[in-house]
C-alpha cells in the first residue's frame, strides 16, 4: 500500500477535498480552451457544450440537470462513496463554471479565454484539454469516483446488466457527440476533428496512467538451478522470485520453476540471465497492474 492511499484512508475527506478541487481545474479549463474555440469534448460534457452554444445557457446548470438523475439511480443502487464522490465533483465543476463564467463576463476577464485564430491553434487547444483530462480522470478513479455523466451511466448498467459490454454504449455517444457537432458548430468539420482529437489524447494518456503505467511482465522460468538463477536476478534486476518445485511431465525429471515479476524495460536483462544458464528456459505473460512492492532481504 502507497504512502498516498495510506494518508487518504487516514483522512477520508480528504478525497473529497481532491475532487472538489479537480472539479474546479476542470471548470476553469474547459472555459480557457473548449468553450471558446466552438468544439465539443466526448461525453456528456461534449453535449452539454453544444447546448451552451445553441440556447445560451451555461453548462454548469446543464451539467448537474443531466447528471441528477443517475447521480439519484446511484445512489440507491451503487456503493455510496462512489455516489458521493460524484456528487462532490459534478456540483463543484457546475457551481465553478457558472461562477468563473460570470467572474469573466463582470470584471471583463475574457483575455483568460483561448481563441483560436487558426485551426493550428484550435487543434492546439484540443489537444490542450485532452492532456488536462487525460491526468485528471485517472486521479478521480484512484480516488473512488469519476467525472460523472458516461462513467456514471456505465456503472449503472454494469450492475443491471453484468454481462452487458458497455464499450459499444460509450462509443455511440461520444461518435454521436462528433457527429452532432458538425451539424451544432456550422457544418465543418473542424470541430469533428478537434472532438475526435480530444478524445483519443485524454483517452491515451488515461489509459497509460491507470494501466500503462502499473504494467508489468510476469517470467515463469524452469531450472535446476534455482538457487544461482534466482540470485542473479534479484541483484541484477531488484526483484525478488517465488520459487515452486516442478516435474516434467515427458521425461520425468524434477525441477523447479522460478516465478518474477518485472517491469517492461527489463525484459532484455532478463532474456540474458536465463540465457547463461543450461537447461533452464522461460517465458512471459504481460499483466495490466501490480499492487504493492516486495523486496528480497537476505
Request: charged share 15%; aromatic share 16%.
Amino acid at each position: 500500500m502507497s504512502k498516498i492511499t495510506k494518508i487518504l484512508n487516514r483522512c477520508p475527506w480528504l478525497s473529497y477535498v481532491i475532487m472538489i478541487f479537480l472539479a474546479a481545474a476542470d471548470a476553469f479549463v474547459s472555459i480557457a480552451l473548449i468553450y471558446p474555440n466552438d468544439f465539443a469534448p466526448v461525453g456528456i460534457q461534449g453535449f452539454t457544450a453544444m447546448i451552451q452554444h445553441l440556447l445560451g445557457i451555461s453548462v454548469g446548470y446543464i451539467y448537474i440537470f443531466v447528471n441528477a438523475p443517475m447521480l439519484i439511480i446511484a445512489f440507491f443502487v451503487l456503493n455510496r462513496g462512489y455516489s458521493f464522490k460524484n456528487l462532490s465533483y459534478i456540483v463543484s465543476f457546475s457551481v465553478m463554471t457558472v461562477v468563473f463564467q460570470e467572474i469573466i463576463s463582470r470584471f471583463d476577464l475574457s483575455f483568460i479565454e483561448y481563441h483560436a485564430e487558426s485551426p493550428e491553434q484550435a487543434i492546439i487547444a484540443a489537444a490542450g484539454y485532452g492532456i488536462f483530462f487525460g491526468v485528471i480522470y485517472p486521479i478521480t478513479v484512484w480516488l473512488g469516483g469519476s467525472t460523472g455523466g458516461t462513467d456514471i451511466l456505465a456503472a449503472l448498467i454494469n450492475h443491471f446488466k453484468p454481462a452487458f459490454n458497455t464499450v459499444w454504449v460509450l462509443f455511440s455517444i461520444n461518435a454521436g457527440v462528433a457527429v452532432m457537432s458538425y451539424f451544432v458548430y456550422g457544418r465543418y468539420a473542424l470541430p469533428v476533428i478537434l472532438s475526435v482529437l480530444c478524445s483519443l489524447i485524454s483517452g491515451f494518456i488515461s489509459d497509460y496512467m491507470l494501466k500503462g503505467a502499473s504494467s508489468a511482465l510476469k517470467f515463469e522460468i524452469v531450472t535446476n538451478q534455482p538457487n544461482e538463477l534466482a540470485e542473479e536476478i534479484m541483484n541484477e534486476l531488484d526483484h525478488g522470485c517465488t520459487q515452486v518445485p516442478a516435474k516434467g511431465m515427458y521425461s520425468g525429471a524434477e525441477s523447479y520453476m522460478l516465478i518474477c515479476i518485472i517491469s517492461k524495460k527489463q525484459r532484455v536483462e532478463m532474456e540474458k540471465i536465463i540465457s547463461k544458464y543450461d537447461a533452464s528456459f522461460g517465458f512471459c505473460t504481460p499483466i495490466k497492474s501490480t499492487y504493492g512492492y516486495f523486496k528480497y532481504f537476505k
